[in-house]
């Protein structure tokens, strides 16, 4: 008579401990569920990541013809400067493209430049931007002191201008201001598009020249030919020589852009192009960062 009270407690442990298996069961479940779920969003993400990119590459062929079209619009070719291209749909979003010449805008590279004398040139056409610009006397100091010759007596050239972010003084929020004046292109000695460049600029970039001297310059154009505009009354007192070295009336370096949109989600693509005789030079490609 006094086994049933064990045998009432065997039952309900037996219960319990089932209820329990169920608990962690559904736990497990749960836990597996949510694991499924995140590596299905990580693996859809990274074939996302994956498509953007082959849809990025796909800027390449986009780009020669925008660098065609300038060419041809020749000094009308202002117009296409940062002008989007209409909406191309692909499974699951769009992509568009557009691109910016970085032919007017002053070469931070020009630093690095292997003959002694042109360094010490753009050295002085940089104090004078960055007097245009206001910069801290630290950040000014900074920049030079990347272009400072190492042990074997070169430069180092930057492959891009994010890398001034580490410098004191600099963030991406100055940088992004500094983009419309400062690039950085692969050759030192690149000249500057007259056509294309701020008076500040081009009175930066050549020494004897006031920036009121600029403007009436650059009011004058756009130029054509660089004969005549070495013609001009503000120029006539230079080095001829010089003046054919540092400046063009035409572009050879641009910074082409996708912008592409997969399942609600935008991700932008950056693509240096350069435009030279033996044909196009295709550098870097950049996600986020321009």
């Given at each position: 008579?006094?086994?049933?009270?064990?045998?009432?407690?065997?039952?309900?442990?037996?219960?319990?401990?089932?209820?329990?298996?169920?608990?962690?069961?559904?736990?497990?479940?749960?836990?597996?569920?949510q694991r499924s779920q995140r590596d299905l969003a990580r693996t859809q993400?990274?074939?996302?990541?994956?498509?953007?990119?082959?849809?990025?590459?796909?800027?390449?062929?986009?780009?020669?013809?925008?660098?065609?079209?300038?060419?041809?619009?020749?000094?009308?070719?202002r117009a296409l400067d940062g002008l989007w291209s209409e909406w191309f749909?692909?499974?699951?979003?769009?992509?568009?493209?557009?691109?910016?010449?970085?032919?007017?805008?002053?070469?931070?590279?020009?630093?690095?430049?292997?003959?002694?004398?042109?360094?010490?040139?753009?050295?002085?056409?940089?104090?004078?931007?960055?007097?245009?610009?206001?910069?801290?006397?630290?950040?000014?100091?900074?920049?030079?002191?990347?272009?400072?010759?190492?042990?074997?007596?070169r430069r180092l050239t930057l492959a891009h201008l994010s890398e001034l972010?580490?410098?004191?003084?600099?963030?991406?929020?100055?940088?992004?201001?500094?983009?419309?004046?400062?690039?950085?292109?692969?050759?030192?000695?690149?000249?500057?598009?007259?056509?294309?460049?701020?008076?500040?600029?081009?009175?930066?970039?050549?020494?004897?020249?006031?920036?009121?001297?600029?403007?009436?310059?650059?009011?004058?154009?756009?130029?054509?030919?660089?004969?005549?505009?070495?013609?001009?009354?503000?120029?006539?007192?230079?080095?001829?020589?010089?003046?054919?070295?540092?400046?063009?009336?035409?572009?050879?370096?641009?910074?082409?852009?996708?912008?592409?949109?997969?399942?609600?989600?935008?991700?932008?693509?950056?693509?240096?192009?350069?435009?030279?005789?033996?044909?196009?030079?295709?550098?870097?490609?950049?996600?986020?960062?321009?």
């Amino acid at each position: 008579m006094k086994a049933a009270p064990t045998h009432h407690r065997q039952r309900g442990a037996a219960l319990l401990i089932a209820l329990v298996g169920v608990a962690l069961a559904l736990l497990l479940a749960t836990e597996l569920i949510q694991r499924s779920q995140r590596d299905l969003a990580r693996t859809q993400a990274l074939v996302d990541a994956e498509r953007g990119w082959q849809l990025a590459a796909g800027l390449d062929g986009l780009a020669r013809e925008w660098i065609r079209q300038q060419r041809d619009a020749g000094v009308a070719a202002r117009a296409l400067d940062g002008l989007w291209s209409e909406w191309f749909p692909v499974p699951g979003g769009a992509v568009r493209g557009r691109i910016f010449d970085l032919s007017g805008r002053f070469n931070l590279n020009a630093l690095a430049a292997p003959d002694a004398v042109e360094a010490v040139r753009a050295r002085q056409a940089f104090e004078r931007v960055a007097d245009s610009l206001a910069l801290e006397r630290t950040l000014v100091d900074a920049i030079l002191a990347l272009y400072a010759p190492g042990a074997d007596a070169r430069r180092l050239t930057l492959a891009h201008l994010s890398e001034l972010d580490a410098l004191p003084g600099m963030n991406p929020t100055r940088r992004r201001t500094l983009e419309a004046i400062l690039t950085v292109l692969p050759d030192p000695a690149a000249r500057l598009n007259l056509n294309r460049a701020a008076p500040e600029t081009l009175a930066a970039w050549l020494d004897g020249l006031s920036l009121q001297q600029a403007e009436a310059l650059i009011a004058r154009g756009p130029w054509n030919e660089l004969d005549a505009v070495l013609a001009q009354p503000e120029l006539v007192g230079l080095p001829q020589q010089l003046l054919r070295q540092r400046l063009a009336v035409d572009s050879r370096w641009y910074l082409a852009q996708a912008q592409v949109v997969l399942d609600g989600e935008r991700r932008d693509y950056f693509r240096l192009v350069g435009d030279g005789a033996s044909g196009y030079d295709f550098r870097y490609i950049s996600l986020g960062i321009p």
